[in-house]
């Protein structure tokens, strides 16, 4: 059987469309909004111009139907594993957390779980390689790097009110 064919589309003020057509030659799109959305087109078989179905997801929905997409052992958050045993994961820092407001460097993450803050995303920016006077926001994403125990580990501290 052929394989399946894809195919990128910018959309200038809308996003980006993914155009996928199957090894059985069945014809689906998905459009990724600017605004995190994303919208799943399926097209009929007998006509691959046609569209048959089209649903509309939110950014949370989106990440559910990606959860589901993905081997059991992947995360939305993991973002990279190695045979190494190392993971790169995206935590959130919530706006109760005792961390808010302080600086990096007093929350010892390396001493304490063996897990690395790599980067930090606020906002549209992302600071790489924060330095130990850092000082966190509630709504910041950390990137982190260790092991999985090291991960949690940090999630849990992340994560103290």
Same mark, same amino acid.
């Given at each position: 059987m052929p394989a399946s064919r894809m =195919?990128?589309? #910018?959309? #200038?003020?809308i996003g980006v469309q993914y155009d996928l057509?199957?090894?059985e030659h069945r014809h689906? =799109?998905?459009?990724?909004?600017? +605004?995190?959305?994303?919208?799943?087109?399926?097209?009929?078989? +007998?006509? #691959?111009?046609?569209c048959a179905q089209s649903l509309h997801l939110s950014s949370t929905e989106t990440a559910s139907l990606i959860d589901a997409l993905m081997p059991d052992h992947h995360s939305s958050n993991v973002l990279h594993t190695t045979d190494l045993g190392l993971v790169a994961e995206r935590i959130e820092l919530s706006a109760h957390s005792h961390w808010n407001g302080r600086?990096?460097?007093?929350?010892?993450?390396?001493? *304490?779980t063996g897990a690395s803050v790599v980067a930090v995303l606020r906002r549209a920016e992302a600071i790489p390689s924060p330095t130990p006077d850092f000082r966190l926001a509630g709504g910041d994403t950390l990137i982190v790097i260790g092991t999985r125990e090291g991960i949690e580990a940090a999630a849990a501290?992340?994560?103290? *009110?």
């Open positions: =195919s990128t589309t #910018p959309l #200038p003020g057509t199957t090894r689906l =799109s998905v459009i990724a909004h600017r +605004d995190g959305t994303r919208t799943v087109n399926v097209y009929r078989a +007998d006509d #691959p111009d046609a600086v990096l460097g007093d929350m010892r993450m390396r001493t *304490e501290v992340l994560g103290r *009110e």
